[in-house]
């Protein structure tokens, strides 16, 4: 929007973006293993495709952006292509090491994509309302993804 201000719409679907996040989350985390561990699959796939989605968006306003430094240009393009890696990593993971490794990748990935973005925003590449809509997502996703490492790490459940 030329004023600034984040569409109503990006804001009512990043929140219910952040509903997978939750109820798989809290799935994963159920008394019955078998659900708990297909739940503990979707968690970590959803978060994959949402971090893919979050590396791909910086393509989009690099491709838009018209900035004429070729440094800049192949930052955002190159960097833009790492969360999707990632997200590909974390999903290939539970065939040879324990799903909460994947957990783990997630959360650095996450956090890191958001920090990035945040260095990208004080150099205006993005903007001001995208950076508070991505930081209100990523601290969900992660904390969400941190409950559920930490108590199934403990070997916890919750019953509902």
Do not use: N
């Amino acid at each position: 929007m030329a004023d600034g201000r984040m569409p109503l719409l990006a804001i009512l679907l990043s929140v219910l973006g952040l509903v997978p996040f939750i109820v798989c989350g809290l799935a994963a985390l159920g008394p019955d293993p078998a659900t708990s561990a297909r739940m503990l699959s979707a968690l970590i796939a959803y978060a994959a495709v949402t971090l893919a989605f979050a590396g791909g968006v910086h393509w989009g306003f690099e491709l838009q952006s018209g900035h004429q430094e070729a440094f800049v240009q192949r930052a955002r393009l190159g960097l833009g292509i790492l969360p999707p890696l990632a997200g590909w990593i974390a999903l290939l993971l539970p065939l040879v090491a324990a799903p909460w490794v994947s957990l783990i990748l997630l959360i650095a990935a996450y956090i890191g994509a958001v920090l990035l973005e945040q260095e990208a925003g004080k150099r205006s590449l993005l903007p001001p309302r995208y950076l508070w809509l991505r930081w209100g997502f990523t601290v969900v996703a992660v904390a969400m993804m941190v409950t559920v490492l930490t108590l199934r790490l403990l070997d916890q459940a919750i019953t509902f």
